[in-house]
């Protein structure tokens, strides 16, 4: 039997690389897009073929899909991963998020290389900030309105795949994604190791969160019962407040006190605009920047993940308990923490 092509964008990344390794393990011919200049850490099986595909040129990237179409034939399946999460400037977020991603539809369209599924990993932070008062969750048919430029970048992908007729795009939206090989949750659980947890803001705050595994497991569903046009929220399904959170981490981490500490978000807003200039001047992107004080304003992340439920008959391996000790265990065993 042929094995089907998958090609899997920002290959190199937590996501990416995650993926990767579950198509291999799945048996397909397994193509990890990544850039000359990034790692290959996590890409080291001899099974991955690699492809470096130049998204910010239309023109060359349409010579590029070309060849590669009369060589091996189209890809089966794309997993669009590729992206940016924290940029030197603002502009920059469009222009790899967006744009980027509007290039690769129109080349894939214009050299009829149109694969049988474009998954694009979007974001929960596409949607904007939901019910603060009641804190019901983000109800699927709301009108996306972001506040970030990192969700307004990727709703504009998003948007832009759905006007192209019959494109096969599926739009994954998750939550916070956890795990192995993660960076950013990591500083959270490093501060906890140190006796620290810190807050914004005093008001209650409700998180969601998914596993990477079991996003991973979202993706192939996906593929495995040929969903087409559909947009998801990816979360696990429960619910948490910051500070059940936290005493999950702590408890993983087997810390007996932390101190814990909440800071105004009159506080946080100047010190995320002085580091996001500091950083800017030093050239250099930074987590801790103005659109990170907007997503730690933002009191309700919870989502409804019904249509998941539904259509993929979606039940989570791996509830936050669960989850949060088998990341610490790979961060110990990698001496991250």
Same mark, same amino acid.
């Given at each position: =039997?042929?094995?089907?092509?998958? @090609?899997?964008?920002?290959?190199?990344? %937590?996501?990416?690389? #995650?993926?990767?390794?579950?198509?291999?393990? @799945?048996?397909?011919?397994?193509?990890?897009?990544?850039?000359?200049?990034?790692?290959?850490?996590?890409?080291?099986?001899?099974?991955?073929?690699?492809?470096?595909?130049?998204?910010?040129?239309?023109?060359?990237?349409?010579?590029?899909?070309?060849?590669?179409?009369?060589?091996?034939?189209?890809?089966?399946?794309?997993?669009?991963?590729?992206?940016?999460?924290?940029?030197?400037?603002?502009?920059?977020?469009?222009?790899?998020?967006?744009?980027?991603?509007?290039?690769?539809?129109?080349?894939?369209?214009? +050299?009829?290389? $149109?694969?049988?599924?474009?998954?694009? =990993?979007?974001? @929960?932070?596409?949607?904007?900030?939901?019910?603060?008062?009641?804190?019901?969750?983000?109800? /699927?048919? /709301?009108?996306?309105?972001?506040? +970030?430029?990192?969700?307004?970048?990727?709703?504009?992908?998003?948007?832009?795949?759905?006007?192209?007729?019959?494109?096969?795009?599926?739009?994954?939206?998750? #939550?916070?994604?956890?795990?192995?090989?993660?960076?950013?949750?990591?500083?959270?659980?490093?501060?906890?190791?140190?006796?620290?947890?810190?807050?914004?803001? %005093?008001?209650?705050?409700?998180? #969601?969160?998914?596993?990477?595994?079991?996003?991973?497991?979202?993706?192939?569903? /996906?593929?495995?019962?040929?969903?087409?046009?559909?947009?998801?929220? $990816?979360?696990?399904?429960?619910?948490?407040?910051?500070?059940?959170?936290?005493?999950?981490?702590?408890?993983?981490?087997?810390?007996?006190? $932390? %101190?814990?500490?909440?800071?105004?978000?009159?506080?946080?807003?100047?010190? +995320? %605009?002085?580091?996001?200039?500091?950083?800017?001047?030093?050239?250099?992107?930074?987590?801790?920047?103005?659109?990170?004080?907007?997503?730690?304003?933002?009191?309700?992340?919870? /989502?409804?993940? +019904?249509?998941?439920?539904?259509?993929?008959?979606?039940?989570?391996?791996?509830?936050?308990?669960?989850? $949060?000790?088998?990341?610490?265990?790979?961060?110990?065993?990698?001496?991250? @923490?």
């Amino acid at each position: =039997m042929e094995h089907k092509k998958i @090609l899997i964008t920002g290959a190199s990344g %937590f996501i990416g690389s #995650t993926i990767v390794d579950k198509a291999l393990e @799945l048996g397909f011919e397994t193509w990890a897009g990544i850039r000359a200049s990034s790692s290959k850490y996590y890409l080291q099986d001899e099974r991955i073929k690699f492809i470096d595909l130049n998204y910010a040129d239309k023109k060359k990237l349409k010579e590029q899909l070309r060849s590669f179409v009369e060589k091996n034939g189209r890809f089966d399946y794309i997993v669009h991963s590729a992206g940016i999460t924290k940029a030197v400037r603002k502009s920059e977020f469009d222009k790899v998020n967006y744009e980027q991603v509007r290039n690769f539809a129109d080349a894939l369209v214009e +050299t009829n290389a $149109v694969p049988d599924m474009f998954i694009f =990993m979007s974001t @929960l932070g596409a949607m904007g900030v939901g019910d603060e008062i009641n804190y019901t969750p983000l109800p /699927c048919d /709301c009108t996306p309105n972001p506040n +970030t430029a990192y969700g307004k970048s990727k709703l504009k992908a998003e948007n832009y795949l759905k006007k192209l007729p019959g494109f096969p795009y599926v739009i994954l939206r998750p #939550t916070g994604v956890y795990g192995p090989r993660d960076k950013d949750y990591l500083i959270l659980m490093r501060a906890v190791k140190n006796g620290m947890d810190v807050g914004a803001g %005093f008001r209650k705050q409700v998180l #969601t969160f998914i596993y990477i595994d079991d996003l991973v497991k979202i993706v192939f569903d /996906c593929i495995e019962k040929n969903i087409s046009r559909k947009e998801y929220y $990816v979360a696990d399904g429960d619910i948490y407040t910051d500070t059940e959170f936290n005493t999950i981490v702590q408890q993983a981490l087997q810390k007996k006190r $932390v %101190f814990r500490i909440k800071v105004p978000l009159w506080i946080v807003k100047p010190a +995320t %605009f002085v580091s996001e200039k500091i950083f800017r001047i030093l050239g250099k992107p930074t987590t801790f920047n103005t659109d990170k004080y907007l997503i730690m304003r933002q009191r309700n992340w919870s /989502c409804d993940i +019904t249509p998941l439920q539904r259509d993929l008959d979606f039940v989570p391996d791996y509830r936050l308990k669960e989850g $949060v000790e088998k990341t610490v265990k790979w961060y110990k065993k990698h001496q991250w @923490l």
